[in-house]
């Protein structure tokens, strides 16, 4: 059940779920539930926890808000991803608020954060960025130029991991 009492909030409420306030890399063994075979013996603890809280809220009333973001440190490690050193987080936190009943049925706020860490899967395996499972998607930035019409800077023309030789 969408949140709102009118179409328009509703539409409100469902473009909200689309802030970047957790715009920073995640390693793909932390990120996803089922991270793959590239990295043996890990599950995913922050798509786990996204699957999880999906889960819970099938039950009952499914309206919640939920918020994420880092949890910046100026300790945090840094990394060349090939236009330059970019420093990222190692640790997140969540926020999901929903709406219980007590016993006596009356409705009540609810809040629950937690913060997750990404530091055991980077210290064991590094950060990396590749296509993975997507790869059959991977295309030159050229064939994006030319079919779209974007006009990409000399710097992101030249770091192209899949430019045309």
Request: net charge negative.
């Amino acid at each position: 059940m969408p949140w709102g009492d009118t179409a328009t909030e509703i539409e409100f409420a469902n473009s909200d779920t689309f802030h970047f306030s957790n715009c920073t890399p995640q390693h793909a063994a932390f990120n996803r539930s089922q991270p793959g075979k590239q990295w043996p013996g890990v599950q995913g603890l922050w798509g786990g926890f996204e699957n999880h809280i999906q889960r819970d809220l099938q039950t009952g009333d499914t309206r919640a808000c939920i918020i994420a973001g880092p949890i910046l440190d100026a300790n945090d490690p840094s990394e060349d991803f090939g236009t330059g050193v970019v420093q990222y987080a190692l640790v997140f936190w969540k926020v999901v608020a929903v709406s219980a009943r007590d016993t006596n049925g009356r409705r009540s706020l609810r809040t629950y954060g937690f913060r997750l860490s990404q530091k055991d899967v980077v210290d064991r395996f590094g950060v990396d960025f590749a296509p993975g499972e997507n790869a059959r998607y991977q295309v030159a930035l050229s064939a994006i130029s030319e079919e779209a019409g974007v006009v990409f800077d000399d710097v992101l023309l030249r770091a192209d991991t899949h430019a045309e030789a």
